[in-house]
């Protein structure tokens, strides 16, 4: 892994989206997307999805992100619509990762409690000190916590050109940014 930590943008993929942005050791922005519709139904929905597909491509574009990395949706054994959103935000991240050629990680939720606060089933306000620990931010949210906690993950376990490496690409390669 070299010297340098990657410029990595975390998100927490919810009906609020928390984000975190940090490059090297600097935390760049926070903040939680509200990407409920005002309508209803499924064309809501897809309304929702498109809010989010434009965002993180205008973000992505920019050709500044190194690595995007997100929170797996977790699998349950009901059904319920906020599993079913996530799944389809993660879809579209992805669409929009490979479209840009940004690399991108997904990590499940225990791994970055255990890596960020010791233990794998920590509650919400676990989630909240550590966000408070880690980058000195002390928020309300559990949506920018979650966010804070998988970029401290990311940036401290993946490398971007590792990731390139897995997509055939060379971090030199002219598609791995292409800026506005």
């Known amino acids: 892994m070299s010297d340098r ?7 927490d993929p919810a009906n609020k989206l928390g984000w975190a942005e940090a490059c ?3 935390l760049l922005g926070y903040g939680v997307l509200k990407l409920w519709p005002w309508t209803v139904g499924q064309q809501g929905s897809h309304k929702r999805l498109r809010r989010w597909e434009a965002w993180l491509d205008l973000k992505l574009r920019r050709g ?13 054994k009901g059904k319920f619509a906020g599993q079913d959103l996530a799944k389809h935000l993660e ?9 840009t050629s940004t690399p991108y990680v997904a990590v499940a939720p225990t791994s970055v409690k255990k ?6 089933a920590s509650s919400k306000e676990d989630s909240k000190a550590a966000a408070l620990r880690l980058w000195g931010v002390s928020t309300s949210s559990e949506d920018v916590a979650d966010a804070l906690c ?8 993946q490398d971007p050109a590792d990731l390139l490496g897995a997509l055939g690409m060379d971090i030199d390669d002219p598609r791995v940014r292409r800026p506005l």
Not at 6 to 11: E, I, R, T, Y
Not at 91 to 99: E, M
Request: with cysteine.
């Open 5 to 11: 930590l990657p410029h990595v943008l975390a998100l």
């Open 24 to 26: 090297d050791a600097e």
């Open 64 to 76: 500044l992100i190194d690595l995007v990395a997100y929170e797996r949706p977790l699998k349950h």
């Open 91 to 99: 879809a579209v991240t992805r669409l929009v990762c490979s479209r």
């Open 115 to 120: 890596f960020s606060m010791g233990h794998g």
């Open 150 to 157: 998988v970029l401290h993950w990311a940036q401290n376990t």
